[in-house]
């Protein structure tokens, strides 16, 4: 098992950074799905169903301030740092 810290910052603002704690890594990627179908629901408040797929999500992870994930491994007794990397095309 790897416990896993989700670091997201939403928008350039600094007030815009939070964390969320995991029990693994996979609950961690879900936990990234969550935040994209909120930020859809506020989007999109009258749609009773929502619907996307995974281009839209990398989409949406573009647009971040920055998203990183800090992994920690008791098997190996180590942490592991991994930063989304966002590259702005123009």
């Not at 950074?17 to 990234?32: A, L, P």
């Not at 989007?43 to 301030?65: E, G, K, R, V």
């Not at 180590?78 to 702005?88: A, M, R």
Request: with cysteine; proline share 3%; aromatic share 16%.
């Amino acid at each position: 098992m790897s416990h896993t810290i989700l670091l997201i910052q939403l928008s350039n603002k600094p007030e815009t950074r939070t964390y969320s704690d995991y029990e693994s890594i996979n609950e961690c990627m879900e936990g990234v799905c969550k935040i994209y179908e909120e930020h859809l629901k506020r989007q999109n408040p009258n749609t009773p169903a929502i619907t996307y797929d995974i281009s839209q999500l990398f989409h949406f992870m573009d647009q971040l301030a920055d998203l990183s994930c800090l992994v920690v491994s008791f098997f190996f007794c180590c942490c592991y740092y991994y930063h989304y990397i966002i590259t702005f095309e123009e």
